[in-house]
């Protein structure tokens, strides 16, 4: 799905934690690599976030989104949904973590977005290891 929004405008609307300030980010596919993408601010060039689809790495992922998130972004149909997870790249790779606590909602339709923040009751984490998932071919979405 990633490679299919490869230049699009999402609407974060200062949903983004710690980046208030910032309303558009476009998404930029990593070329060669269908898991990654850069999410890059329109305002600011020096800010930008490697991200992926959680699903890609954590078979057991899954949260529900709150009806007052759906409706911030319009959000109707599970299917319109696409969830994305900041990594923190580090090397060795396999030492690189997501964030798994804050996951981004982008509903594909009218590419609004938000970034939510779980409640305690899932007990992730913002720095999860990708060395701890189970890789997957292709992932799925799950909310």
């Known amino acids: ?25 476009s998404i930029h596919a990593v070329e060669g690599n269908r898991l990654f993408a850069l999410l890059q601010s329109k305002e600011e060039e020096g800010v930008g976030f490697v991200v992926a689809s959680p699903f890609s790495f954590f078979t057991s992922y899954t949260f529900e989104i709150a009806e007052e998130d759906k409706e911030a972004i319009d959000l109707l149909k599970p299917d319109d949904a696409l969830i994305l997870a900041i990594m923190t790249i580090k090397d060795p790779f396999n030492s690189s973590t997501m964030n798994l606590l804050a996951p ?39 909310c």
Do not use: C, W
Not at 17 to 22: D, K, P
Not at 115 to 122: D, E, G, R, S
């Open 104 to 142: 981004i909602v982008v509903n594909i339709e009218n590419m609004k977005g938000i970034q939510i923040v779980l409640p305690p009751k899932y007990e992730y984490q913002t720095r999860t290891s990708i060395a701890e998932g189970q890789l997957l071919k292709g992932g799925g979405v799950s």
């Open 1 to 25: 799905m990633i490679q299919e929004l490869d230049g699009k405008v999402i609407q974060l609307n200062g949903s983004l934690l710690g980046f208030g300030h910032l309303q558009e980010f």
